[in-house]
């Protein structure tokens, strides 16, 4: 696949490298015991620390150290078992301390990778820099009032993860694809719930372009970019703008940018009066974070199993091709609902079932697979009746759509509405005999043309309501016809 | 009536148990020691009636029997700690009508064994300074004036703490202890000063001025209500990720402790140091005391001690500026109005924040900044390290370090105002032991020319506030200082 | 190392202070000095040194359950606010 955008002086090649805050899922946050949970009333979930009062210290959240642990073993990265929270300082009013606690220069997780894919057959690595542990800010609220900003502290230091990637990737669709495989790993992993609308996951995205084999460009960094889409649009957008500019022979500021939604389009954010200068130092409030190598074997020893390695075994142990394994296990909870469906039925059957008939149902009713109408037992029911052959699939069709009302037991609604398949040869020689006897234009038609068998099959299921089944009215007619 | 302001605070607590006064008689003494003392303009917050409130719960207890160890003791608390309900400012415009919704973890260790706040204690803005001239709401006169009848610095920057146990306005008082904010305004007052060890107290509720070095510690008349304050402030919390999980041992039994045979070391880089000749007199005096007390003296050397000062000046403002960048005009108090944030921020800090503020935050800044980072602050963070191993080695050799507390006794008000550099070169025996963690204090033993107590200084092995008390106990005997400064204040 | 005025105000700039002609003025000749002064540390060879960033070297880090049981008291975290509404901070607008 090419990445190349053509320009009007030739090919372009985007470089992007992306710096995704993820939100750690933990009851309370990285250095206080207020909560975490999302939607609370307003300043309700905020200690003295949080609000950055006189005289109040931070103390260390295990379980948001024990998260990116387990993150950084799920990127295959390096876990430092020695690392140093910094101050980063600067000042902006939904940031109470006046410098927030993240790690500089010794990150918590060194360098690791994702793998995504490109099509059916490609995969590519994109390298990962590092991931450190940082605290959150509090939250502005710009339209309340004409004159003043409100400044909400819930969020104020909520535990994040930093995830800084090498600039591997080359296209939005890779951008994508690189958000989507880490947002499901950290899933599987239940590090991080990767709700972006909620904010749980966003993503600084650096583009700068270049023609093949030159220096990099110039990069602007586009500012908290919050969903998948936006992030497409946002860089195609950008990689555009900056073709544009070079091949009009304008400079390309290395600046930070929005992207707004509205427009589609990504602008400055404010004009640089300064360069920012964090001025960062170790936190002398907080010891270095260490721990013991057994601690992290401990961590790994109770990792799950996660997509890629997934994917492997669905196509070894269910034979699936690398497409259905790679949408069944994009995310945790629809591979194992697959699973669940499949115990004792056929996998393919199932997976079909899964990806087809039943995703486009609960995308059409707004379902989410863990509320589905459908309960696990039912759809494997289901299964089992197309693979007995009791249905037909153009049946099993019907009885799904009866099953979506209500949940009903399919083996129920098949024995209620006489839907099973006719699958008795006598009964349906009687019924093939007396189509032939009444078309002979038909069947003389058909022995010059084998393909006109169709319309005999078509005549079998109008008599039958479509219960007959098919493969055996065709065994039949071939018998009779040829 | 007895005269409660000779009394030590064991002394007291044994005339409470015994029923010669109560506390309420007490605390009613201190009460208008104060008001009678608020020309030395030692408190900021005065707290007469959470203090006679209290008086009498504790004279119930003690009726009933059930006095804790430092029940009914008046105290003076620095404005450094966050008192609950209580206004706190730092001596601060900055925080000028702050009162935190919490307590320190220091002094509510103080109430929970029965202690009394008097009052909030006057000290330099932020506890930056040395003489006690930088606080919002004025300057402290020290109790003690020269023989020219001139107005003296009490030190700094607990200066509030220092001349209010002088001049016997409450029993004893809290300070925080920085680069020496303990050590040398107790010098300079005549009395008893003592930093703890890193890690020995906590510091959640202390308002921040430098993280890595601040500490809180008792300024006492004696060296026992030292200890016996320390007993009681001492603990490990929780809420503090620097707090020592260590053992308490009990202070007061050190003070009783001989000093046989303990090792006592003099750095030869002191001799060099610009010492007034009346201190270099008791330095040869205390070697004295202390020989005929059964110590040995030996020669030590901390070669590196000399940029301990600079060093200092770096890491101080350093983080310094980091922890007052929270006083931005959003959460506390005081917020200079203005059309947007920038401006709002820029003359908020600008006109909450004294000179003396504005400077180290400037140089913490400076020092910090890309490009100088290395050169300055990681620079400094080696020097400590060299320093930190000085006093290693030394403590290999000797159980406690004896020395000066400050070059000089208390100087003129105003005199040093001027220079800041000058101001900063007073801390110069005192700024070490912060750097390292170590504990130290500052013993009186007695006057100089100018009639102006003189301070020296034990510094101890980390986590052996032990022997530098059994050390200062032995001291204190031989000296006997008498804290007894003319009371100019209260005029008939 | 000499500290200009305009550095002054890069300080200043950073640190969120905003100073008077005169104060800028009298800042750059008094960090002049005192920089001048803490320059000395640079005669110290310090090659080799590890830094200590603090004097508190207690091996184990302390670390929180992840329990809630602290905030849930919105008043008091604003009682001290110089302008709020509704249980906000209020500051002049920002606008991004
Ligand atoms: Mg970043
Ligand atoms: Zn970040």
């Known amino acids: 696949m090419n990445n190349l955008i053509k320009g009007e002086t030739g090919d372009w090649e985007v470089v992007i490298g992306i710096e995704v805050h993820a939100q750690i899922v933990s009851n309370s946050k990285l250095f206080s015991s207020a909560s975490t949970k999302f939607g609370g009333e307003h300043n309700t979930q905020v200690s003295f620390v949080d609000a950055g009062m006189p005289g109040m210290l931070p103390v260390i959240n295990w379980v948001c150290v024990e998260q990116a642990i387990r993150t950084g073993l799920g990127l295959n990265a390096k876990i430092n078992n020695y690392s140093i929270f910094d101050r980063k300082n600067y000042f902006y009013p939904d940031l109470p301390q006046g410098y927030q606690i993240s790690q500089f220069k010794q990150p918590i997780v060194g360098e690791g990778s994702v793998t995504i894919d490109i099509d059916d057959k490609k995969s590519k690595t994109i390298r990962i820099e590092r991931l450190h542990l940082e605290q959150d800010a509090g939250k502005s609220l710009h339209d309340q009032h004409p004159e003043f900003s409100f400044v909400d502290l819930n969020r104020s230091g909520v535990a994040l993860m930093e995830?800084?990637?090498?600039?591997?990737?080359?296209?939005?669709?890779?951008?994508?694809?690189?958000?989507?495989?880490?947002?499901?790993?950290?899933?599987?992993?239940?590090?991080?719930?990767?709700?972006?609308?909620?904010?749980?996951?966003?993503?600084?995205?650096?583009?700068?372009?270049?023609?093949?084999?030159?220096?990099?460009?110039?990069?602007?960094?586009?500012?908290?970019?919050?969903?998948?889409?936006?992030?497409?649009?946002?860089?195609?957008?950008?990689?555009?703008?900056?073709?544009?500019?070079?091949?009009?022979?304008?400079?390309?500021?290395?600046?930070?940018?929005?992207?707004?939604?509205?427009?589609?389009?990504?602008?400055?954010?404010?004009?640089?009066?300064?360069?920012?200068?964090?001025?960062y130092f170790p936190d002398p409030d907080l010891l270095p974070l260490s721990f013991s190598e057994n601690i992290i074997e401990e961590i790994k020893s109770e990792l799950p199993e996660l997509p890629?390695?997934?994917?492997?075994?669905?196509?070894?142990?269910?034979?699936?091709?690398?497409?259905?394994?790679?949408?069944?296990?994009?995310?945790?909870?629809?591979?194992?609902?697959?699973?669940?469906?499949?115990?004792?039925?056929?996998?393919?059957?199932?997976?079909?079932?899964?990806?087809?008939?039943?995703?486009?149902?609960?995308?059409?009713?707004?379902?989410?697979?863990?509320?589905?109408?459908?309960?696990?037992?039912n759809l494997s029911k289901l299964i089992k009746l197309i693979e007995e052959n009791i249905i037909s699939k153009r049946i099993a069709?019907?009885?799904?759509?009866?099953?979506?009302?209500?949940?009903?037991?399919?083996?129920?609604?098949?024995?209620?509405?006489?839907?099973?398949?006719?699958?008795?040869?006598?009964?349906?020689?009687?019924?093939?005999?007396?189509?032939i006897a009444n078309n002979p234009d038909q069947v003389e038609a058909v022995k010059l043309k084998p393909k006109l068998i169709g319309w005999f099959v078509g005549q079998v299921m109008k008599e039958t309501n479509g219960k007959a089944n098919p493969k055996l009215v065709n065994d039949l007619l071939n018998d009779k016809l040829n | 009536m007895t005269e409660f302001s000779t009394l030590s605070i064991k002394e007291t607590i044994t005339s409470l148990k015994n029923k010669d006064f109560s506390v309420s008689e007490l605390v009613d003494f201190h009460i208008s020691s104060m008001e009678?003392?608020?020309?030395?303009?030692?408190?900021?917050?005065?707290?007469?009636?959470?203090?006679?409130?209290?008086?009498?719960?504790?004279?119930?207890?003690?009726?009933?029997?059930?006095?804790?160890?430092?029940?009914?003791?008046?105290?003076?608390?620095?404005?450094?700690?966050?008192?609950?309900?209580?206004?706190?400012?730092?001596?601060?415009?900055?925080?000028?009508?702050?009162?935190?919704?919490?307590?320190?973890?220091?002094?509510?260790?103080?109430?929970?064994?029965?202690?009394?706040?008097?009052?909030?204690l006057n000290n330099d803005e932020f506890a930056m300074g040395s003489s006690n001239e930088t606080s919002f709401f004025g300057e402290v006169k020290n109790p003690w004036k020269n023989n020219k009848d001139n107005f003296t610095v009490p030190g700094g920057s607990s200066g509030g703490s220092a001349a209010s146990v002088a001049a016997g306005m409450g029993l004893a008082s809290l300070g925080t202890d920085t680069g020496g904010s303990i050590r040398q305004p107790a010098s300079f007052t005549g009395t008893v000063g003592l930093k703890p060890t890193y890690g020995r107290c906590s510091r959640w509720g202390i308002i921040a001025f430098a993280s890595s070095l601040d500490q809180a510690g008792p300024i006492t008349k004696t060296v026992k209500d030292c200890a016996l304050l320390l007993n009681s402030i001492c603990s490990y919390d929780p809420k503090d990720s620097t707090s020592s999980q260590k053992k308490i041992p009990d202070f007061e039994k050190s003070t009783d402790e001989s000093v046989k045979g303990m090792k006592i070391g003099i750095p030869k880089e002191y001799e060099a140091d610009g010492i007034s000749e009346d201190i270099t007199e008791y330095l040869e005096k205390g070697k004295e005391w202390l020989?005929?007390?059964?110590?040995?003296?030996?020669?030590?050397?901390?070669?590196?001690?000399?940029?301990?000062?600079?060093?200092?000046?770096?890491?101080?403002?350093?983080?310094?500026?980091?922890?007052?960048?929270?006083?931005?005009?959003v959460k506390f108090t005081h917020r200079v109005d203005a059309d947007n944030i920038i401006d709002m921020y820029e003359e908020t800090r600008s006109q909450g924040f004294g000179d003396e503020v504005k400077r180290r935050i400037m140089i913490g800044t400076y020092v910090l900044s890309s490009g100088y980072?290395?050169?300055?602050?990681?620079?400094?963070?080696?020097?400590?390290?060299?320093?930190?191993?000085?006093?290693?080695?030394?403590?290999?050799?000797?159980?406690?370090?004896?020395?000066?507390?400050?070059?000089?006794?208390?100087?003129?008000?105003?005199?040093?105002?001027?220079?800041?550099?000058?101001?900063?070169?007073?801390?110069?025996?005192?700024?070490?032991?912060?750097?390292?963690?170590?504990?130290?204090?500052?013993?009186?033993?007695?006057?100089?020319?100018?009639?102006?107590?003189?301070?020296?200084?034990?510094?101890?092995?980390?986590?052996?506030?032990?022997?530098?008390?059994?050390?200062?106990?032995?001291?204190?005997?031989?000296?006997?200082?008498?804290?007894?400064?003319?009371?100019?204040?209260?005029?008939? | 190392?000499?500290?200009?005025?305009?550095?002054?105000?890069?300080?200043?700039?950073?640190?969120?202070?905003?100073?008077?002609?005169?104060?800028?003025?009298?800042?750059?000749?008094?960090?002049?000095?005192?920089?001048?002064?803490?320059?000395?540390?640079?005669?110290?060879?310090?090659?080799?040194?590890?830094?200590?960033?603090?004097?508190?070297?207690?091996?184990?880090?302390?670390?929180?359950?992840?329990?809630?049981?602290?905030?849930?008291?919105?008043?008091?975290?604003?009682?001290?606010?110089?302008?709020?509404e509704d249980g906000f901070f209020l500051v002049p607008k920002v606008v991004d």
């Open chain 1, 397 to 435: 069709k019907d009885v799904f759509e009866i099953m979506l009302e209500n949940n009903e037991d399919p083996e129920e609604i098949v024995e209620r509405e006489g839907l099973k398949q006719v699958s008795n040869s006598g009964e349906l020689e009687k019924i093939i005999d007396n189509i």
């Open chain 3, 1 to 84: 190392m000499t500290i200009d005025s305009k550095l002054v105000e890069r300080i200043a700039k950073l640190s969120r202070i905003s100073l008077t002609e005169t104060e800028i003025k009298n800042l750059s000749s008094e960090l002049d000095n005192i920089l001048n002064w803490i320059e000395q540390l640079s005669e110290l060879d310090t090659e080799g040194i590890n830094p200590v960033f603090s004097s508190f070297d207690e091996e184990e880090t302390k670390y929180r359950n992840d329990k809630v049981n602290d905030g849930g008291y919105r008043e008091d975290i604003i009682s001290n606010a110089p302008l709020s």
């Open chain 2, 373 to 492: 980072y290395d050169a300055y602050y990681l620079k400094a963070q080696k020097v400590r390290a060299m320093i930190s191993k000085d006093f290693k080695e030394a403590f290999k050799k000797v159980d406690v370090i004896y020395g000066p507390s400050t070059p000089s006794t208390a100087f003129e008000l105003g005199d040093k105002k001027k220079d800041p550099l000058e101001m900063y070169l007073n801390d110069v025996f005192t700024v070490p032991v912060n750097l390292a963690g170590l504990p130290a204090m500052s013993v009186p033993v007695g006057l100089d020319k100018e009639k102006l107590p003189v301070g020296m200084q034990l510094i101890g092995n980390s986590f052996d506030e032990e022997s530098i008390l059994s050390i200062a106990s032995c001291i204190e005997k031989s000296a006997k200082f008498d804290l007894n400064p003319n009371k100019w204040w209260i005029n008939e």
């Open chain 2, 291 to 329: 020989t005929e007390s059964g110590a040995e003296i030996v020669e030590i050397s901390l070669p590196h001690i000399k940029y301990a000062l600079p060093c200092y000046y770096i890491i101080a403002p350093a983080e310094a500026s980091s922890n007052l960048a929270r006083y931005d005009g």
């Open chain 1, 163 to 279: 995830i800084v990637s090498m600039p591997d990737i080359s296209s939005a669709d890779e951008a994508q694809s690189y958000i989507k495989k880490l947002r499901s790993i950290m899933r599987y992993l239940g590090t991080c719930d990767g709700n972006m609308e909620e904010g749980s996951l966003r993503a600084d995205i650096n583009v700068s372009v270049r023609k093949p084999g030159d220096e990099l460009g110039t990069r602007c960094e586009i500012k908290n970019v919050n969903s998948i889409k936006f992030i497409g649009q946002a860089i195609d957008y950008e990689a555009r703008r900056q073709i544009e500019l070079i091949e009009d022979s304008k400079i390309i500021d290395q600046e930070t940018r929005l992207f707004d939604p509205k427009k589609g389009e990504t602008r400055s954010m404010r004009s640089k009066e300064e360069a920012h200068d964090y001025r």
């Open chain 2, 36 to 120: 009678n003392g608020r020309e030395l303009n030692a408190f900021i917050t005065e707290t007469a009636d959470i203090a006679r409130e209290k008086a009498s719960d504790c004279d119930q207890n003690y009726s009933k029997g059930e006095e804790k160890p430092l029940e009914g003791i008046p105290l003076g608390i620095k404005d450094m700690f966050c008192t609950k309900g209580v206004k706190t400012t730092a001596s601060s415009k900055m925080l000028e009508n702050f009162v935190p919704p919490y307590e320190s973890t220091v002094t509510q260790n103080l109430w929970n064994d029965g202690a009394i706040l008097l009052g909030k």
């Open chain 1, 308 to 377: 890629d390695d997934k994917k492997e075994r669905f196509q070894k142990e269910y034979s699936l091709s690398p497409y259905d394994s790679n949408i069944l296990v994009s995310e945790i909870e629809i591979a194992d609902f697959f699973e669940a469906v499949t115990k004792g039925r056929d996998p393919k059957i199932a997976a079909n079932w899964i990806t087809g008939e039943f995703f486009a149902a609960m995308n059409k009713l707004g379902f989410n697979i863990v509320d589905s109408p459908i309960t696990i037992d």
